[in-house]
């Protein structure tokens, strides 16, 4: 196991057996298992190997990277800035979870001083085998979705497909394009626009 962050070293990180119902996606080496829903399970610790994307052989051998996806809770800047090297050779996009607008704040102005733009969408949270259950479309479609952020260099320009793009603020708007990236029966990925 590894965690991705802005140092080499170990670090100790509460743990569990995974056999309790919880949104397991949502643990943070910041808050572990205290972050969303209130946890039951046994809670044990254990130590795992940090590392920043920057050291990793196997990423230094690409000769490209076209996108970096960060979904950190509360520490994509750290994860961000292990990858320091990485985004300034490969102007990869950069897509970021955008939940918390504290993190939004500081990930969104290091993201503008290396040259990039944003846009804002959508994703639905839960696929239809997920914790959570099937998506509900109706009253509930608000509350199954996440915020995110995609960020083109502008080394790098690409259609942005009608996204509303990132000013100066940290908050989203209230209407966003969704990206569904499932569909039922079919393999294709889905294009749905917001409430």
């Not at 670090?11 to 643990?27: R, V």
Request: proline content about 6%; some cysteine; hydrophobic content about 35%.
């Amino acid at each position: 196991m590894l965690a991705v962050t802005d140092h080499d070293g170990i670090l100790k990180l509460p743990t569990t057996t995974c056999e309790e119902q919880w949104n397991y996606g949502n643990y943070s080496i910041v808050s572990g298992f205290d972050d969303e829903d209130r946890f039951t399970g046994p809670i044990n610790c254990d130590y795992i190997n940090a590392g920043c994307l920057d050291h990793d052989p196997h990423l230094a051998e690409l000769k490209e990277i076209d996108l970096l996806r960060i979904d950190a809770e509360g520490v994509e800047l750290s994860v961000l800035k292990g990858a320091d090297q990485l985004t300034a050779r490969h102007k990869p996009a950069i897509y970021v979870e955008a939940t918390r607008e504290e993190s939004n704040r500081t990930i969104f102005s290091d993201l503008k001083a290396r040259g990039y733009s944003g846009y804002w969408f959508a994703t639905v949270r839960a696929p239809p085998d997920s914790y959570f259950g099937p998506a509900d479309y109706g009253d509930g479609f608000a509350a199954m979705m996440d915020t995110n952020a995609i960020f083109f260099h502008r080394g790098n320009p690409r259609d942005v497909f009608g996204l509303t793009q990132i000013q100066d603020e940290f908050t989203p708007p209230k209407t966003l394009p969704v990206l569904v990236s499932y569909a039922a029966k079919t393999d294709a990925p889905m294009f749905i626009y917001g409430k």
